[in-house]
């Protein structure tokens, strides 16, 4: 009887495919790797093989340089790619430009690794697609029912509302480099933002990357561009560190935003001392998570990262047998 461990299996390198010889995200290098998404927890340089979504391979390279991996391949989503006896297809995971699931399957066994996903629409990239398998592998970094996460559009509009309200004081919004920055951008046009954003330095490669890809952000031009009392009214994207470095100093009276899943907790808020919290995750919350899982239903259920018990619990509770899988080196920052 072939079992799914016989197919993938956690090492300290990350989940390994045995009948393929291949990880999928692994956090140190090997010879042959799957990447699910861009954000640096996930894909890592230093591999001989990658294969991955064109977008995530093109994001790798803006990071990492072109020589990041010894080869590259490129897979459309539902593409089936053969690894020796293992079939690899990649279908949309709705975390960010290009991420990923990787449905792995072998002898009649199928199992679904979604890497970071959230249910939610987003503007910026392809939405999740459930697949139907024998084990679902899932992350679960807000797996507890206190994290039910607002619509982001309503966020967008308290943003507005303050920036209306406070015309004399800038906006700086926190969001992660790949992915968030690129989705708050565009939450603020479809909100009918047409002005110019100021962005932070960190941002602009990955934002012409975005735009290269087809994703439309309007106006955009560097925080630099202004002398400090111009930027009254204006909205600013910079990275989340930028919200307590000198560098916001620039600009009048700076209002500080912060774009994250955290920003529901309000001690995380205040520690950063945050003064608009945005609560704009692009993971799944614990709604996301258990109506997945409800509605593949697969024969097992794995957990990555996050929080393991909870979603383990109420999987067993729904007659799902569940295992926390306990993988190092996938962190909870600043990509939520």
Known sequence: MIRPQDLLCPKPEGLYCAPGDF??????????AVITHGHSDHARSGHGAVLATHETLDIMGERYGLGFAEAM????????V??????VV????GHVLGSAQAVVRWKGLTMVVSGD???????????????????FISEATFGLPVFRHPDDRGEIARLLRSVAQFPERSHIVGAYALGKAQR?????????????????????????????HGVDLGPLEPATTKAKQDFAGCIIVAPPSALQDRWSRRFPDPVGAFASGWMQVRARARQRGVELPLVISDHADWDELTTTIDEIRPGELWITHGREEALARWAELHGIPARALALVGYEEEDDD
């Open 23 to 32: 990880y999928i995200d692994p956090v140190q290098p090997v010879a042959r």
């Open 73 to 80: 391949q490129a897979a459309a989503y539902g593409e089936a």
């Open 82 to 87: 053969a690894r020796d006896e293992v079939e």
């Open 90 to 93: 990649l279908v949309p995971a």
């Open 117 to 135: 996903y959230k249910r939610r629409r987003d503007p910026t990239c392809r939405p999740f697609e459930p697949v139907p398998c024998d084990v």
């Open 184 to 212: 708050v951008i565009r939450l603020l046009r479809e909100a009918g933002w047409d002005k110019t954003i100021y962005v932070h330095g960190a941002l602009e490669r990955l934002n012409a990357l975005y735009q290269k």
